[in-house]
């Protein structure tokens, strides 16, 4: 199971190491196929970038939060429902 989770985990960063690429394509004027002009593709990197970032982000939140490891603004309130089943 920890496996699934990790190849899970994997395809979000490597999504944002793409938009990283992209991103650094453009400083250095390489434009690649599947987009007509710089801003495009700045703009389709870092999409990728944040989403990857965001989604890792939001993974590991919501484990600390699972495991009492976040801060008490954090916590969840007693009347929210549970992720439990």
Known sequence: MRLVALIVLLIPVFLAGVGIKWMRDVLFSVLHDPFP?????FASGFILFIAGLAFVGGFIFHRD???NKVAPRFQ???GQATDEG
Do not use: D
């Open 65 to 67: 939060r699972k495991n």
């Open 76 to 78: 969840k309130k007693n």
């Open 37 to 41: 002009n710089y801003a495009l593709q």
